[in-house]
């Protein structure tokens, strides 16, 4: 199963709004509606930030949403803040009945 | 307040293996599965496999079979994971976490183990 394919990393100045892709399979990300996106913060334990391609999980900040299309979901950060630099996963449930995770995006507020 | 606390750094020589361990609290042990998901240094986070914890059955990824065991101990509201053979490569922080929905969604995450592969 090859991961999920995501930017490497992406840039925004506070207040702005950016967006991470990752792109899947029909056997993975585009035949199901589970995927996750979570936050990682060098150090810490991942948090969960999207479940089911666009559902915040309770005290997710609604500054952070999900979309997807096709083979090819979306994180959305609105209202860039500093606190919001971190590493970024997506996830999703595979016909394997596994799980296969992106490769990560750093995102980095200037 | 809900939490997977994992067991200490482990350092082992190559062809060994390691048993880590993760306890659950603040909630019913047997209600969700637990997977585990390793991040080698500079490197993503990589999906192992997953464990129902009243069944004990597994699913592990295809890179891990053979390789890998999951198990439980429900009184005491525990998951192991067994990684065997052990290779440089294996030098990893190991998670654990709980599935929420039981698709891949992953709420609660234990600490992280650090686990040095090394002769």
């Known amino acids: 199963q090859s991961a999920l394919a995501q930017p490497a990393s992406v840039s925004g100045s506070p207040g702005q709004s950016l967006t991470i892709s990752c792109t899947g399979a029909s056997s993975d990300l585009g035949g199901y509606n589970y995927v996750s996106w979570y936050q990682h913060h060098p150090g810490k334990a991942p948090k969960l930030i999207i479940y089911?391609?666009?559902n915040r999980p309770s005290g997710i900040s609604n500054r952070f949403s999900g979309s997807k299309s096709d083979n090819t979901a979306s994180l959305t950060v609105s209202g860039l803040q500093a606190e919001d630099e971190a590493n970024y996963y997506c996830s999703s449930y595979t016909s394997s009945s596994n799980v296969v995770f992106g490769g990560g995006t750093k995102l980095t507020v200037l | 307040q809900v939490q997977l606390v994992q067991s200490g750094a482990e350092v082992k020589k190559p062809g060994a293996s390691v048993k880590v361990s993760c306890k659950a609290s603040?909630?019913?042990?047997?209600?969700?599965?637990i997977c585990w998901v390793r991040q080698a240094t500079g490197q993503g986070l990589e999906w192992m496999g997953w464990?129902?914890?009243?069944?004990?059955?597994?699913d592990y990824a295809q890179k891990f079979q053979g390789r890998v065991t999951m198990t439980r101990n429900t009184s005491i509201s525990t998951a192991y994971l067994i990684l065997s053979s052990l290779r440089s490569e294996d030098t990893a922080v190991y998670y654990c976490?709980?599935?929420?929905?039981?698709?891949?969604?992953?709420?609660?995450w234990g600490q992280g183990t650090v686990v040095t592969v090394s002769s």
């Open positions: 089911e391609d666009s």
């Open positions: 464990m129902n914890p009243i069944s004990g059955k597994t």
């Open positions: 976490a709980r599935d929420f929905t039981g698709l891949g969604a992953f709420d609660i």
């Open positions: 603040g909630y019913t042990f047997t209600t969700y599965d």
